[in-house]
């Protein structure tokens, strides 16, 4: 069973106690949404990579070099 330490701070003791259902249950949905936000974050930082790529693809498509394409 998970755990989680409880500090008194003015006095110094430190308990390890077991978490509850309800702790249990709330720190896999704050995993569960964590997981999500990061998804999202990778997957916008994917298609701008795509964008960028294809606007390089097509600006050498038009002719330019890639010195001139990198000068944008």
């Known amino acids: ?3 989680k ?3 008194d701070c003015s ?3 430190t308990t ?3 978490l509850t259902a309800e702790e249990i249950a709330q720190r896999e949905a704050d995993a569960a949404a ?3 936000i990061k998804a999202a974050e990778e997957a916008a930082a994917q298609a701008k990579a795509d964008a960028k790529a294809s606007a390089k ?3 050498a498509a038009l002719g330019l ?3 001139e394409i ?3």
Do not use: R, W, Y
Request: charged share 20%; hydrophobic share 50%; no cysteine.
């Open 70 to 72: 990198s000068a944008l």
């Open 34 to 36: 964590f997981a999500e």
């Open 11 to 13: 006095t110094g003791v």
């Open 16 to 18: 390890e106690v077991e």
């Open 65 to 67: 070099t890639p010195d």
């Open 57 to 59: 693809a097509k600006l």
């Open 5 to 7: 330490l409880i500090v």
């Open 1 to 3: 069973m998970p755990t």
